[in-house]
């Protein structure tokens, strides 16, 4: 199982904001918030068609997801998909991965539609994206539906950011 932003090197992946010229320390501004945040990744995992439901991506409470990308490397067949979201809650709340958009290789978002309620607002006339905060630790849970599939691989890419205390 994947682990958001586990860098190892104790440098988040933000690097130094530059202000007037001058290196203001090793942490990322986010820029619609204005909160330092401890780092910001695309956390990678792969889902296969035979893969169990369950755990994707450890997250830690206060960790925020701004985005969700999906890259099939291997077609699937057959009648599988998957949905990512929360096993026990919205379980298509980032991504509902219907047959048609993971039946050829390549990337499959490609509208802010394609995204579940977690990240896109497609309510009334305001449509806009959103972002997902966890209150407590938990999961990114992928739920497969095997269907007739014997073969299919696609990677997801989440885009999470840690807040500083």
Known sequence: ?????????????????????????????????????????????????????????????????????????????????????????DVDGFYDATYAKINAAGVKISTNADLGVFLWDATGGDTHPLFYAFTADDTIDATVTTGTSTAGSTDVYVLISRVIG
């Not at 450890?58 to 890259?71: E, F, I, L, T, Y």
Request: charge should be neutral; proline fraction near 4%.
């Open 1 to 89: 199982m994947a682990k958001a932003l586990d860098t190892g090197s104790g440098h988040p992946p933000g690097g130094n904001v530059i202000h007037g010229g001058r290196a203001k320390g090793p942490f990322h501004i986010d820029m619609m918030s204005s909160a330092p945040i401890q780092g910001m990744a695309w956390v990678k995992a792969t889902v296969n068609f035979d893969t169990a439901t369950g755990s994707l991506i450890s997250v830690k409470a206060g960790d925020v997801v701004h985005a969700v990308q999906v890259k099939t490397t291997t077609a699937w067949d057959g009648n599988g998909h998957f949905d990512l979201g929360l096993v026990g809650g």
